[in-house]
Nanobody, 122 residues
């Protein structure tokens, strides 16, 4: 079992930046591929980005490519999401997720954090 706790959400103006963090505990962090997802009001949860166990491979949804960056610090058991040039349509609850695997994945995640709210005002 992996426990995930997100932090760093908040209210920001359009064009601003936020960095989300997700601290993992309970199992060996490097055994897990990590991902970020988001869910806006009235919408289904959607994939945002993923990073491989080593951090050497990443993938992004088209909607955030070039603006968001995922990274991980395996010594700190933490994954980050740097969000720049934020838009009102980025407003959502952001969830950190983990799964086992050898590559990068857009789905099939087994463990989820509680979520952190990001609100972007226009």
């Amino acid at each position: 079992q992996v426990q995930l706790v997100e932090s760093g959400g908040g209210l920001v103006q359009a064009g601003g930046s936020l960095r989300l963090s997700c601290a993992a505990s309970g199992r060996t962090f490097t055994n897990y591929v990590m991902g970020w997802f988001r869910q806006a009001p009235g919408k289904e949860r959607e994939f945002v980005t993923t990073i491989s166990r080593s951090g050497g491979s990443t993938a992004y949804a088209d909607s955030v490519k070039g603006r968001f960056t995922i990274s991980r610090d395996n010594a700190k058991n933490t994954v980050y999401l740097q969000m720049n040039s934020l838009k009102p349509e980025d407003t959502a609850v952001y969830y950190c997720a983990a799964r086992r695997g050898l590559g990068i994945y857009v789905d099939g995640y087994d463990y989820w954090g509680q979520g952190t709210q990001v609100t972007v005002s226009s």
